[in-house]
Every structure is written in structure tokens, then in C-alpha cells.
């Protein structure tokens, strides 16, 4: 395994992001088994096919995905549909129409908490059950730039970081992607989470005795008594 590989966006099979994100998956089978539809229809709200194919969910004709992004995209698969929407506003989707909603570090992408308590509730609205995960923004490593407390730093020492140096993911980012990255991330804490999904447990992804991350979800399991870290 290369270096660059290791420190490469999560999409890369081989990096510690996609390495953290099969074991948060892994996590989410076990519940998963709770919900009785059939089929079960997911909305996965920012997510990808190839995220899904990666768990051999193309294989499984018991599940309908609803991929919501910004732009439509094309599919391979017919358990598979992709829409254009806004994670803000699901207007579109009455009350419960989907028996979960999925999303995979979305929710920090939307520029302030006044956007992230909109989404939160459109997920609960739509979603009979939910699966929600966000960075920490406390963990010591912010991990869109792989760089220690890069969150805490001002936006325009950010900026230089980024644009004039290789120390984030070993590479120069190009300055319109490093604006946009920049002013659009919010990280979130453990009490705002729990604020945006209240009765939900929160499951903390842990690394080094600290928490990674957070998901706040409504599934039930035997497994998931008890788990560590809810």
C-alpha cells in the first residue's frame, strides 16, 4: 500500500478513510436486520452506487436505493435510482416514505448549523429509521485535510495551507476546490448531534480511546444492546 493511497479521499479502497468507513459498515448490518420491509427502501442522502456495489448491495433484491446528490448520475444497477435534491429540503417526499435514510459524512458539508438542523429533520421526517454519521469535530485529526486540529485554524490560514503547501494529503488543492471545501465544511460536536436527533443513539467510532465520529441512529438489534461506544 502507497502513501498516496493511504492518505487518499475514502473512495480509495486503500486508504484509512475507506478503512473506517467498511467498519462503520459492518456496524450497520447488524442493525440493518431490524427493519422488516420487503423490500427495504433506502434513501441515501449524498451517497454513491459504487459505495453500495462495494458492499455487495447490487446483489440483494430485497433493497431499493434512492441515491439523492446534487446532480443525478447514471446506474448500472436496477436496484438503484438516482434523483436531484437538495438534503435540506425533501419536500418532494411525503411523511415516512422511505423505511431508512442513509448519509455518510454529509451532514458537515452544509455551510452553517442552521442548514445541518434542516437536514436532520427532513431525514427524520421522510425516514422511519435513520443512519446518520458525522465526523467529530473535537478529534484531534480533521479528517477532509488529514492535518491536527486544521478545524481551529482561521479560514484564511487555511486557505494558504492548501493552496501554497503539499502537507494536506501530500498534494497542492486547487484554489477554487480549497475555497469551496473551506467555506462549506462545519464540523459538528457530540451535543450537537445529539441535539438534531433526540432520542436517537449515538454510536461513537473510536480511534486511539477517542471519538472519530458520531452516528446518530433509531435502529434496533439484539447486536446492538450494549454496543460500545452508544
Known amino acids: 500500500m502507497g502513501v498516496k493511497n493511504l492518505f487518499a479521499i475514502s473512495e480509495n479502497k486503500n486508504s484509512l478513510g475507506s478503512k473506517f468507513r467498511q467498519k462503520r459498515f459492518r456496524y ?12 427495504i427502501r433506502i434513501l441515501d442522502v449524498g451517497g454513491k452506487e459504487s459505495f453500495w ?4 448491495f447490487h446483489q ?5 436505493i434512492t441515491l439523492l446528490n446534487l446532480e443525478a448520475s447514471d446506474l448500472k444497477y436496477d436496484n438503484f435510482s438516482s434523483v436531484r435534491g437538495d438534503a435540506t429540503d425533501l419536500s418532494e417526499y411525503a411523511e415516512n416514505s422511505f423505511d431508512l435514510v442513509f448519509s ?5 458539508h452544509l455551510h452553517s448549523f442552521e442548514n445541518q438542523i434542516k437536514m436532520a429533520k427532513e431525514c427524520q421526517r421522510v425516514g422511519i429509521k435513520h443512519f446518520i ?8 485529526m480533521e479528517p477532509h485535510y488529514l492535518l491536527p486540529f486544521f478545524q481551529f485554524l482561521p479560514k484564511k490560514l487555511q486557505y494558504f495551507i492548501l493552496t501554497k503547501t503539499k502537507v494536506s494529503r501530500l498534494k497542492k488543492w486547487n484554489a477554487s476546490f480549497a475555497r469551496q471545501y473551506i467555506d462549506e ?5 457530540k451535543s450537537e448531534m445529539s441535539k438534531l436527533f433526540p432520542g436517537s443513539i449515538l454510536y461513537r467510532e473510536k480511534f486511539l480511546w477517542m471519538s472519530k465520529s458520531f452516528t446518530a441512529h433509531n435502529l434496533e438489534s439484539p447486536q446492538s444492546k450494549g454496543e460500545p461506544g452508544s
Not at 454519521?133 to 484531534?140: G, K, L, S, V
Not at 465544511?185 to 460536536?189: K, Q, V
Request: aromatic share 10%; glycine share 0%; no cysteine.
Open 60 to 64: 440483494r433484491k430485497d433493497v431499493q
Open 104 to 108: 455518510n459524512s454529509v451532514i458537515e
Open 53 to 56: 456495489v462495494l458492499n455487495q
Open 28 to 39: 450497520f448490518l447488524k442493525l440493518l436486520s431490524s427493519v422488516e420491509s420487503d423490500p
Open 133 to 140: 454519521q458525522t465526523p467529530n469535530r473535537y478529534f484531534f
Open 185 to 189: 465544511i462545519r464540523l459538528m460536536s
